[in-house]
């Protein structure tokens, strides 16, 4: 039996008008879709400045001078191939749910990979679970796009999560400063946040596409249980009923809070996602929404 495509051609159509857009200027490459400030050369003027020895005189603005008896350098905006990197978490967790998380975020990171190389941008798709997996790397159109399917496709889950050492050999890995589009449940023993906030220190522009299930939200068992952890194998027996119900979302929700709490204060962006929402509502609705794309 043929393997249904992550995404469908009528997706793709619709996908084709969309950008990934990042807040942050970064300096890079002429090329790329989104505005720079950075100044340098290019078509849409941004401003002068005081010309300098060893300026080209060829931007000089010469109207200017003959007005004020001075040099003055007209500076153009750049677009730069700002690095985009995905992370895609891989770790068990993932597994889980009626509607498995994992099988969801392959399609979000299709549909993202997609919009970015329709907009020629370069993008770096890096699995992760308690390690930084080698990178697959894609660039240079919509042609691109079929063999970073297949790389998508043939992830399994495995391992467990860690942030702290993922976070460490990113940050060895990669030098230059970029957009960080991170897709994870972010459930891990040590406390994510840390991690992430040394991302943003490092620079990158972070956006954190929190994926659930809904049974991760709002548990629907009753009475005494066993619960297993999908990573550890860890044991757990507990009495649950509908308070218990009421303060573990209660706990929930507040984490997801404080996942946009720090996307937001570095600049970045943060956007939950349950998988009960049809794919292309995620793409149009939460990650639209937030400025992740437009």
Not at 228 to 253: C, K, N, Q, V
Request: aromatic content about 12%; hydrophobic content about 40%.
């Amino acid at each position: 039996m043929a393997q249904e495509p992550l995404i469908d051609r009528t997706f793709l159509e619709k996908l084709e008008r969309l950008a990934i857009h990042w807040r942050k200027s970064f300096p890079g490459l002429v090329g790329g879709h989104n505005l720079s400030r950075f100044p340098g050369p290019g078509q849409e003027f941004l401003d002068h400045r005081h010309f300098h020895h060893g300026d080209d005189l060829r931007a000089v603005n010469w109207r200017a001078y003959l007005r004020f008896e001075k040099l003055f350098l007209k500076m153009f905006r750049v677009e730069p191939h700002t690095p985009i990197r995905l992370l895609l978490d891989v770790s068990l967790s993932m597994q889980t749910g009626a509607q498995p998380k994992f099988a969801y975020a392959q399609k979000l990171a299709a549909a993202l990979c997609y919009i970015g190389l329709v907009r020629l941008d370069s993008i770096a798709i890096n699995p992760f679970n308690d390690s930084l997996a080698d990178p697959f790397r894609c660039s240079g159109g919509r042609h691109r796009f079929a063999p970073a399917v297949d790389y998508i496709t043939q992830l399994k889950p495995a391992g467990r999560t860690d942030y702290f050492r993922v976070v460490r050999q990113f940050v060895s890995s990669y030098a230059k400063r970029g957009l960080l589009i991170v897709i994870s449940d972010f459930l891990d023993d040590a406390d994510c946040e840390k991690a992430l906030q040394y991302l943003a220190d490092f620079g990158h522009e972070l956006m954190l596409v929190h994926v659930w299930a809904e049974e991760d939200r709002n548990p629907p068992w009753d009475g005494e249980l066993e619960l297993h952890d999908a990573e550890t194998g860890a044991r757990l027996e507990i009495e649950f009923d509908d308070e218990a119900r009421a303060r573990y979302t209660a706990a929930f929700d507040e984490y997801a809070r404080m996942l946009r709490r720090l996307a937001l204060r570095n600049g970045g962006r943060y956007a939950g996602i349950s998988t009960s929402i049809p794919i292309e509502d995620a793409v149009f609705g939460p990650l639209a929404h937030v400025g992740a794309v437009e």
